[in-house]
Nanobody, 127 residues
């Protein structure tokens, strides 16, 4: 069993930045695929970004490409989501998810592929 905890959420103004963190208890982020999803009030959960650490691949939804960056720390214990140029449309609860294995490229954005999920952290962007 893997327990995930997100942190770093809060309030930001349009054009500002926030950095989210994801930490997994009991293991490091090694040979797995880690993703960030988000769900706004009244909306479906949507894919944001994913990292496949075996080959250092990064994947982003079109809505955040060029603004958000997913990364892993040197000790492989923390995964970050750096969010720049925030917009009110980014307001949502953000979730960290771990597949437990390296996913193929065609499935990294499918939430059904991820076995472990954190409780989420709220991000609110004002206009």
């Amino acid at each position: 069993q893997v327990r995930l905890i997100e942190s770093g959420g809060g309030f930001a103004e349009a054009g500002g930045s926030l950095t989210l963190e994801c930490i997994a208890s009991g293991r490091t982020f090694t040979d797995v695929t880690v993703a960030w999803f988000r769900q706004a009030s009244g909306k479906e959960r949507e894919f944001v970004a994913a990292g496949r650490w075996g080959d250092n691949s990064e994947y982003y939804s079109d809505s955040v490409k060029g603004r958000f960056t997913i990364s892993r720390d040197n000790n492989k214990k923390v995964v970050y989501l750096q969010m720049n140029s925030l917009m009110p449309e980014d307001t949502a609860v953000y979730y960290c998810a771990v597949a437990g294995r390296a996913l193929i490229t065609s499935t990294v954005a499918e939430d059904s592929e991820y076995r472990y999920w954190g409780p989420g952290t709220q991000v609110t962007v004002s206009s």
